[in-house]
């Protein structure tokens, strides 16, 4: 490691034992705290800073979000997709939007996900705990209704904030192994023993600690008769059933993206544009 220095030392620190936090303690977080990991949040790097982030500590806000949120959350955030800075620039300096919706969605998503996990770790580093709340998307409408939120943001993941309760599950979880994540010049297609390592690293991990059992998170089988119990219940076996049962939404979120006003098919015939170089952020 190059840099031994002792802040860079707490940094991985936090980082490895950082993890999901669902239950929380009554404690209040100040606005000094919450200045800070938001101050550390947008130190993110960015695109264009095509985000903005709206948050509550009204319990009975969060409650009618319908996005899942712990009910023990001290403060939620919303980290959202927002265009309307940058157009609102471009407007003063004279010039007229013109771009592709779909490549600016995908980078204001990076820039939202970026800042969240900086408020995530800094966070973390206060004392405070966190848990994503990826559902956020979904629930547009009343996101909007309940933050006043305009045509051009999209919410992106919601955050529970919190003093961690340490009486509730805390252990880190396991991931795959990094040579099944990260690879050097080409990519790997893993082999079916391989995926059955990476199953194993994840499974064992997850059963050990117990926690699907301490969430009482099973999700129910829509076909047959369901044989495994809880301490059998894996990691593998919960996002199969998540992924293989036909969930759908009424609503795609390609639908409520557009009604939120982004235009995300292919607007004009031109076409692409030649641009002498990529632009630099
Ligand atoms: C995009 C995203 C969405 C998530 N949504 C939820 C959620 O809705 N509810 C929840 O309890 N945890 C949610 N999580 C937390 C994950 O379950 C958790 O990060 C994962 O199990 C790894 O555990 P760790 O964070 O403790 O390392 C989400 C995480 C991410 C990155």
Not at 115 to 135: C, K, Y
Not at 136 to 165: K, M, N, W
Not at 205 to 234: C, E, F, H
Not at 242 to 258: M, P, R, T, V
Request: glycine share 6%; proline share 4%; with cysteine.
């Amino acid at each position: 490691m190059v840099n031994q220095d002792k802040s860079s030392y707490d940094l991985f620190k936090v980082i490895n034992n950082r993890r999901s936090i669902r239950k929380f303690t009554e404690k209040p977080i100040t606005d000094d705290i919450l200045n800070q990991i938001l101050e550390a949040g947008i130190k993110a790097p960015f695109a264009a800073q095509l985000y903005s982030i709206v948050y509550t500590r009204d319990k009975e806000k969060m409650k009618k979000l319908r996005i899942g949120v712990y009910s023990t959350t001290q403060l939620l955030m919303i980290f959202l997709v927002d265009f309307r800075k940058i157009e609102k620039i471009i407007k003063q300096r004279n010039y007229q939007y013109d771009y592709d919706d779909g490549m600016l969605l995908w980078l204001g998503i990076q820039d939202a996900t970026l800042v969240a996990e900086n408020v995530i770790l800094a966070a973390d580093a206060v004392g405070l705990g966190s848990v994503l709340l990826g559902g956020a998307p979904l629930q547009t409408d009343i996101i909007t209704e309940v933050f006043s939120i305009p045509s051009r943001v999209f919410p992106v993941v919601g955050l529970c904030l919190g003093y961690p309760d340490y009486t509730a599950e805390t252990d880190v979880r396991p991931r795959y192994p990094l040579k099944y994540t990260a690879f050097e010049d080409s990519y790997h297609d893993l082999s079916e023993n391989e995926i059955r390592e990476c199953m194993k690293n994840m499974d064992e991990g997850y059963i050990t600690q117990g926690y699907y059992i301490k969430l009482q998170a099973k999700i129910p089988l829509k076909k047959g008769k369901d044989t495994i119990d809880y301490d059998k219940y894996s990691w593998s076996e919960h996002q199969s059933r998540k992924y293989s049962q036909g969930w759908w939404k009424k609503e795609s979120i390609l639908s409520l993206l557009q009604r939120q006003g982004f235009n995300l098919e292919k607007s004009h015939n031109q076409e692409e544009t030649k641009m002498k170089r990529v632009p630099t952020n």
